[in-house]
């Protein structure tokens, strides 16, 4: 395997767990019948890329959503239940 493919490999097996995980639990939780419509992928840019192109595979849509917008959010509301 060329050096830049092996870069990316755990990343993709890494990846690939945790879809069958998603999926794995979407079927025990809900009914047969029905696939998984949506997604939330909190990453960076380029990983978000690729958990996406996966959600795509499943014919599930994806939201990304950045990092640090998503801690600061969860700041935010962590601090106003305090008030």
Do not use: C
């Not at 755990?10 to 879809?19: F, M, R, T, V």
């Not at 849509?61 to 998503?70: I, K, L, N, Q, S």
């Amino acid at each position: 395997m060329p050096a830049h493919e092996a870069r990316s490999y755990p990343s993709g097996l890494l990846i690939g767990a945790e879809w069958h995980d998603i999926r794995a639990h979407n079927l025990r939780h809900q009914d047969k019948d029905k696939s998984l419509q949506q997604v939330a992928i909190i990453a960076s840019p380029a990983l978000a890329r690729d958990y996406a192109r996966v959600a795509a595979m499943f014919d599930a849509g994806a939201a990304t959503h950045e990092p640090d917008r998503v801690y600061a959010a969860a700041l935010r509301r962590f601090m106003t239940a305090w008030r």
